[in-house]
RNA sequence: GGCGCGUUGGAGAAGCGGCUGAACUCACCAGCCUUUCACGCUGGCAUUCAUGGGUUCGAAUCCCAUACGCGUCACCA
């Protein structure tokens, strides 16, 4: 019988998705879709200072935006509901009832300055800071009394001692710990309700899930965990925990990604125009390997690839530029319409275009987009690309004094262009072109050499925009206009 | 500090004791193509796998130290 695999991502509503959260639930999703298997979403708001529900939206909105549409949980429903732990007290009640008369967990009414004080003395003599143990001699009928005439009380797991937890992890292997080292830790908060380490047991147990893929910051919960789950009698899903994502800061420093690498989350780089598909095959890249040379892969094609084995145990670098590689493959291979719908709201936003495009805009946008489409890593670019073309080049008496200094090559195109000019002075778009051509061969000056004299001829800069860009991007008209200004100044030349 | 994890080129990485005289991709450099840029194409880019020992006929691959980096030690998840 093979097994059935449920996999699930559990964020907690505490600020938008961000990148590393976005790759751990593209892992779950991936491994889940590779072997047939359900892909959960569960929202872990116990942390009731911070979770909010625009957070909530905001994570479920990018989930969807990627592509990563659940079989179950949150909002579409399932049979091992709810899915917000806030709405799943009762289960973890009946739980902590179980392990407080099993005697394996029980009250602390220590107070929070007692603690601390416990903790700086421990630090100061150099041991490992951990609950000491005072409240838990206190019998359960005691605790309970004291607990209803009102006193406030957290209630804590009984670690047992002298015990090594081994974390049999799906990419780091075996990993030991020492229960010493852990300390009877709290399950229940003062205020009734529990704390991760323990909901996310109870969760994951009664939800059925089989695996958990997380980061590797919570390797070393896992042993917690797992002595919770011995407790309860349950048996443990399989855990992966796969490498932090670092960034590099100012300093050049390599530091666990965060706010000062720049934009961290989903949504801002869904603001600045990059598709889906990209930063799905970004993130899978973010630790993962696949096993060939292609290193393009649409989500459907990763639900193939992707394994758990070529998940690497070293920290993964956000590589900015690769990321901008990536959408500019995406851009250039997606479709006129796609295309259209992610650039037009960039030429809105820059003016480029009125907010209710006329037909002639939109064949305007839609052919500057398809112009464009290869210069650009994302669509942020566009308006700012669009501008550079735009920006008159201002051929005027400096341009032309300098000449003087142009190398043999321009001169003689120059010259050449001039005679013709003067046999010809009628242009379009389309002589200019010609022309150009024919002086190619004249002068046997050619290709990016011709190019590159009257680039430097002009302007002494070193860009100039093509002629065909030039006039779809800026229109015919001022284009030609321009064309007349360039050619006055050839005119003039001697 | 304890515990845990990691260390292959500028970046992501393959590699799992001999087929690696270290794939592949990004970046970079050179050339081609192209009247710019870009795209595309071709070529270049680690005598070496953090360091020092050891095991072995043979190690980037196994073992032990050292160094460095990071994570975690909450009534946050």
Not at 461 to 466: I, L, N, V
């Amino acid at each position: 019988m093979e097994q059935q695999y449920r996999l699930r991502f559990a964020p907690s509503p505490t600020g938008p998705l961000h990148i590393g959260g976005a790759r751990s639930a593209l892992f779950n999703y991936l491994l889940a879709k590779k072997n047939g298997g359900t892909f959960i979403v569960r929202m872990e708001d116990t942390d009731l200072e911070r979770s909010s529900k625009e957070s909530e939206e905001n994570i479920k909105d990018s989930l969807r935006w990627l592509g990563m549409d659940w079989d179950e949980g949150i909002d579409v429903g399932g049979d091992y509901g709810p899915y917000r732990q806030m709405e799943r007290l009762d289960i973890y009640n009946a739980a902590v009832r179980r392990l407080l008369e099993e005697g394996k967990a029980y009250y602390c009414f220590c107070s929070e300055e007692e603690l601390a004080r416990e903790k700086e003395e421990q630090q100061a003599r150099g041991e490992v800071p951990k609950y000491g143990g005072k409240c838990r001699a206190i019998p359960l009928a005691e605790a309970e009394k004291r607990v209803a005439a009102g006193e406030k009380a957290v209630i804590r797991f009984r670690v047992p001692e002298g015990e090594t937890v081994v974390v049999d992890d799906l990419v780091r292997g075996k990993v030991s710990f020492d229960t010493d080292g852990i300390g009877d830790f709290i399950i229940v908060k003062s205020d009734g309700i529990p704390v991760y380490n323990f909901a996310v047991v109870l969760d994951d147990h009664t939800m059925g899930i089989t695996h958990v893929i997380r980061g590797e910051e919570h390797l070393s919960n896992t042993p917690r965990q797992l002595v919770l789950y011995d407790a309860l009698g349950y048996e443990k899903p399989k855990f992966a925990h796969i490498s932090l994502i670092l960034g590099r800061d100012n300093e050049g420093k390599l530091t666990k990604m965060s706010k000062r690498h720049g934009s961290t989350s989903v949504v801002a780089y869904k603001e600045q125009g990059y598709l889906p598909e990209a930063i799905d095959n970004f993130l899978a890249l973010l630790g993962w390997a696949p096993g060939g040379e292609e290193e393009l892969f649409t989500l459907d094609e990763l639900e193939q690839a992707f394994s758990l084995e070529h998940v690497s145990k070293s920290p993964a670098v956000f590589d900015l530029e690769k990321l901008k590689w990536i959408n500019g493959m995406y851009i250039r291979g997606a479709s006129g319409e796609r295309l259209l719908e992610y650039g037009l709201p960039f030429l809105k936003k820059a003016g480029l275009v009125s907010a209710e495009p006329t037909a002639d805009e939109m064949i305007w946008a839609m052919t500057v987009i398809d112009v464009l489409k290869t210069h650009i890593s994302c669509f942020a670019e566009l308006p700012e690309l669009i501008e550079k073309y735009r920006a008159a080049v201002v051929y005027d008496d400096d341009v032309l004094a300098s000449l003087k200094d142009c190398k043999e090559d321009a001169l003689a195109v120059l010259r050449a262009m001039k005679e013709k000019l003067e046999r010809n002075p009628k242009v379009t778009v389309d002589s200019y072109k010609k022309m150009l051509k024919e002086i190619s061969k004249e002068t046997g000056i050619k290709g990016r050499n011709l190019y590159h004299s009257l680039r430097v001829a002009k302007t002494g800069e070193e860009q100039g925009p093509d002629l065909d860009k030039l006039s779809v991007i800026i229109g015919r008209d001022l284009m030609l206009e321009r064309l007349k200004k360039f050619i006055k100044m050839f005119q003039r030349m001697d």
